[in-house]
């Protein structure tokens, strides 16, 4: 029985040891980006009850695991912050976040870049020079409000 | 007289307010991308020996400023982090940072996202819905040597 | 001349008690809530021009106050954390944070609330057993896209 | 049995989910407001002799987590600090945070507004432009004593 | 002229070497306790007219200081937290925190000793052993609300 | 058996919650105050061979308990400083703590009130405007040694 | 049945000591160089499917082990910070870390060294007065992209 | 006149800017390695007064310059941590770091290389797929004492 | 079977209050001073073999302990900073760390003291006052290398 | 004029530098050890009358800087922590507080060494194996009151 939900992203990540999965084959069983679905699977997001079920059923969870992921998660963790592939992201903010904001108030002014109404695509782009991650990110601008 | 290099980034940004410029335009003066140009502005990047004289003459920098821009500069700040703007883009590592590293390693195998060959483009999209901030990144895969 | 934006505020805040000017006053004459209009001045909100010349004059403000004050300035100080009447705003967080997690999904699902379409109004709630401080605050619900 | 009364919410929130209970549900089972049932529940409260055998029953707690819900919990949890629905309310402080010392000071003079003797309520509040959470907080002022 | 209320205190301190006046001496011309007239002087509460005129003429203070001494601080400095004097005061609740808490709210139930509607008593204990500093704090209870 | 010392005040607090015991009635059977016995079974102090074997007996605690009871424990434990009513007392020191260290050094001279030879009292003060909670604290003034 | 990549490390750790191997051993039957093999033993480095399966062997790890071992694990440990041995290597980096960027900007021009395409070699160096650990580090050149 | 010695490195870069002179340069004239004379420009380490006159006359420096120089430097900033060419020098411990310290312990026992008999090299390696950073690092091997 | 090396000093700190060792009795089967032979038994230094072999009898450890005591450990735990004994001494430092500096400079030059060529003494001073504890350490000077 | 009393210091500092003066000096000067007067130079002692008209004539200290230094400072900083050779003194701490811990209490029972009735002597213990730094710590030994 499963006494947290922050339990089931570490029997998600044993199971598809063992079981060899893929992302992009578990993406393709939820109907959804494989970047949703490995945030979801790694308990970022709040799942449907097909998805809920199709999750337990793949990983073979608990019982009542389906349950805890129809709940939506504490979401934002930042116990990776210095694994090395994670930090180069935090670093480009650390550069750019200063001319990211910058660009951004010059072209739409005061407001943010949605976090939540937002998507992303990860690729690799071939290059002669050495393949590179292509990463596209969308969100919806939000101007603040005035009143 | 410039007593340390990162006075300049304030003396360029009151100077921009001062002269009305954009980021576009002091892009074009430095036939970079905005974005590249930007970061340099703030303090990120080193410029070569005609870059640094245009900007000290855009911004009526002391005569010292473009000496001072040819260095390398200490990049990498975080003063930012609490804005509403800036948060949300570490907010997205937050929350997808864990399925954008499972999501490279399973392409890529072991090893990272290059933060310094490296590059980024933020464009308005267009959508009835909202406009939407798209960010597009772009950073060479490095395996880990083994030996 | 002021070098960076953050002068700003210290230089309003020392005029307001040199003119005995009200936080009231000033939304009016900004055409504003009182809540937008001193968060502005303390730095929290970028002017329109009318407003930016309105804060300058109304402040005595050196001249190139109001290009500044028509930038967005950088946003969500904390350097108040610790005094007591803003630490109670906290608390109040640490204490129903989650409860309001809980609630508020429970309500509308996956998502947030936004602090950026956003509004805010504070006033006296008459009480025989002593007066209360009465917050109310709106956002928009968003809800996590899918993709 | 239950060695540590920061147990109980984890044992409430795993049976809430088993049995599918909504926090409205346990609140009117309690007599009180969804806010403060809620926030009981999640271990921010202490609960009275019929509340706590309330608890206990439509949860199926262990024996002795009646006795232990009497007892006053060690309050304020911040773990849901980076939570994106969390965060958003700290972040409203950040930003606002000046501007309602300034406002609730020009109203009510050196004080506080009280985080004990304090209510909360959240509504949804419908809007063409999509609804929005509604949050109405109200708190005795406690003006700062001179002796 | 003040730039900022934090300044007055420096200036407050410096007068009162240079004058070498004492605490007892300030509280009577306040007409209040010396602990609270200690902790206005440093920048803690808020004067009324007649106290900040008083404040401002003993210290010789700058035209603006009775104004600024009016207004409300920012409270709460920890800056002295590693002080051997200040430090043991914080390590008294380190020590005896919980007991605190667990006798408060035996007698009182759940609920606060109120920090605002409080004060202060300090004074010599003769003992043969060798005098004691003997502090007297009382606080009103404050319930927490159910509703 | 007992495997760490930090074990015991769980134990001690799960037996007075499933036995219904009050803090004065362990003090009594310990011989001292209600203060010193609480910091005690809250893992604070060391006892003595009798007092160890009567809390043993008091709260059943297995064998060895009495042996680690005599032990000094690892004291000083900050978990508790988000409590709402524990950071009311780090509160009072912020806000306080200057002033505190102002007029004890102008009583005594350079030195400190010792946390070690120290003792506590809390009671109810009735107040018709609200019963007020009273602490007492007396530490000996031990002035800095010159050499 | 491993639950989580981060268990391997002290089991392996556990393995050695019981077996009483060295690294170098380790290394040989690994193929890689000892700092590698350490490295990858400590969990910071993912191992191919021969490698896997001769540490699984190696240190009669549970089934799923090898399995494990090849995905990619969470890097960068800083939990030893404090250790002496590791401590003086941080402190290198304080107190030369300055004049590294220097001499390594003036010899390459802006860019970094890569933590990446990295290789280290550590030796004893004989000398009469006390042999001396030698460390060599290797690491490409990476210049910051201009575009 | 310099008030703290560690106004002295903004004037040596400052000067050295200026200038145009190179850390090469710096340490021929003061006959030391580059990696010693850059760190004691940077003001990591006390010059003899040879070095101090030199340093002062090459950077012009103000009179009492030479005599600051001679004083122990407060060492070990970690102001660049966040820089990206500093940060991979930290990473590098944090991926190497313990088996750093299990490979220098099994070949020499329980101690520490020393980080102050210590001395640094750094160098370009030619690599036809790319030029890499060579930096040699030799401390003392120190051993724990026993008594 | 031991499964991490720092669980053994719990199982050493629980043996020893079962048995009512002492740590002089300690020192005297090790062979070592009681300052040296305290630290190795709370996990700080590595045991030769039959040091190790004669504390694992002395506590009745399970098996594998005598070979993880020879092991190197993780060192230098600060769990203990904020315990009243352990903070004074942190707070001589803090006090005196300056001093220190300058007075070893003052006679070495520039270097430090070892702490890793280290010995340390306690005893009871006796004083008609109030009995002192006396603490003598000596380490190695250690001059910086100049190359 | 002196503004803060943390100016003194660095004043001291200075003249200390320009008139070539050692510690010993000063504190012959002062009728104190050397360790008690370098710390009051450094602002951590409160000087008597005497002392610091002394301590102002010897440094040439601006007028009212004898009325400051008879104040009690703010004592305890640890901006220092990181320099190598302070930082081998908290390493002490780190690897052997926990058996000072144990020693004191096994010599002395529950209570603390004090440091504030408490001296240091530092000295140059010659050893042909390399000159040794000897530091002399007495403390009144404080036990814990019970009441």
């Known amino acids: 029985m ?3 939900r922050n339990e089931i992203p570490h029997l998600i990540l044993a199971a598809k040891v063992r079981k060899g999965l893929s992302w992009s084959t578990i993406a393709d069983a939820l ?3 494989k970047e949703w679905a490995t945030a979801a699977c790694l308990g970022q997001m709040a799942l ?3 998805q ?3 999750v337990a059923e793949l990983f073979e969870l608990p019982e009542d695991a389906a349950a ?3 709940t939506v998660p504490h979401k934002a963790a930042d116990n990776l912050a210095s694994d090395p592939l994670v930090y180069r992201l935090y670093e480009v903010i650390h550069v750019y976040g200063g001319a990211m904001k910058e660009l951004i108030h010059e072209e739409f002014g005061d407001g943010i870049m949605s976090a939540i109404d937002f998507d992303m695509d990860i690729q690799r782009q071939d290059d002669p020079k050495g ?3 292509r990463i596209v990110m969308t969100g919806k601008f939000l ?3 005035r009143y």
Chains 1, 2, 3, 4, 5, 6, 7, 8, 9, 10 share one sequence.
Do not use: C, H
Request: glycine share 4%; proline share 5%; aromatic share 10%.
């Open 52 to 54: 809920a079920r199709t």
């Open 31 to 33: 109907g959804q980006s």
């Open 2 to 4: 499963i006494e947290q």
């Open 48 to 50: 449907d009850a097909n």
């Open 131 to 133: 393949d590179r991650v």
């Open 68 to 70: 805890w992921l129809r």
């Open 143 to 145: 101007p603040y409000k």
